[in-house]
């Protein structure tokens, strides 16, 4: 039976829902476009504010991480995340589906060593691996970075300009999505896309990590062969 919302949960939905939509207002005005709103994404944005906020302004017995890997229905969730040392950085995406199953999962490396922009990459690696997955379902971006974070929900405006080439081609993949959102995790939630980008790199100067046999418990242990 679902658990009745008090009022306090309403009201600070109420507020969200408000305050998102004077934002909107605002936007469309600078930018004089009559063009409707992407209403899916403007909603889903607008609930997950509402349950990462009443987390923190009305505590509850909160689920186990593990519960919160798994995507919605008819979504996949794909964590994405960067790390460096001093040959390079890589990025790691992990997809997880609804049923908390792992679906796939990509390293790429580059010889960079700036750790926004192994962020960054790790974010266009993610947009990346969202397009080839089933399109008629929606991508659920998730990285505990709010500066990339931001940069991909503002469309580039308020990015580094270290990152900003990166962060346009990310958006540029994303078009190709039907249905994306992009939202911030703490980092004990992005321990898959995390733990697989410093395995990545700390198994470099012995050779390459053998993505092909890795499973969800491998990654979960951080058993890596």
Avoid at 62 to 79: A, D, E, G, Q, R
Avoid at 155 to 178: H, M, Q
Wanted: hydrophobic letters at 45%.
């Amino acid at each position: 039976m679902p658990r009745e919302i008090d009022r306090k949960e309403q009201l600070l939905f109420a507020s969200i829902a408000l305050d998102r939509v004077w934002w909107l207002r605002n936007q469309c005005h600078r930018s004089d476009q009559a063009t409707l709103p992407d209403l899916a994404r403007w909603t889903f944005n607008v609930i997950n504010s509402f349950v990462e906020t009443a987390a923190t302004c009305i505590p509850r017995p909160s689920p186990t991480i593990l519960s919160s890997w798994s995507s919605p229905p008819n979504w996949l969730k794909i964590y994405f995340d960067g790390a460096t040392n001093s040959a390079g950085s890589w990025a790691a995406a992990v997809c997880i589906d609804c049923t908390g199953s792992l679906k796939d999962l990509k390293v790429t490396f580059t010889n960079c060593k700036d750790p926004l922009k192994a962020e960054a990459g790790a974010a266009l690696l993610a947009a990346s691996l969202g397009l080839t997955m089933d399109p008629l379902l929606g991508i659920m971006l998730e990285g505990d970075s709010q500066l990339l974070v931001h940069a991909i929900n503002s469309d580039n405006l308020s990015c580094s300009w270290c990152i900003s080439p990166l962060i346009a081609d990310s958006l540029s993949v994303l078009n190709g999505i039907k249905l994306w959102v992009c939202r911030k995790i703490p980092r004990g939630c992005n321990v898959l896309a995390h733990g697989l980008a410093r395995k990545a790199a700390k198994a470099a100067p012995f050779g390459s990590l053998k993505l092909c046999n890795l499973s969800l418990d491998c990654l979960l242990a951080g058993s890596f062969s």
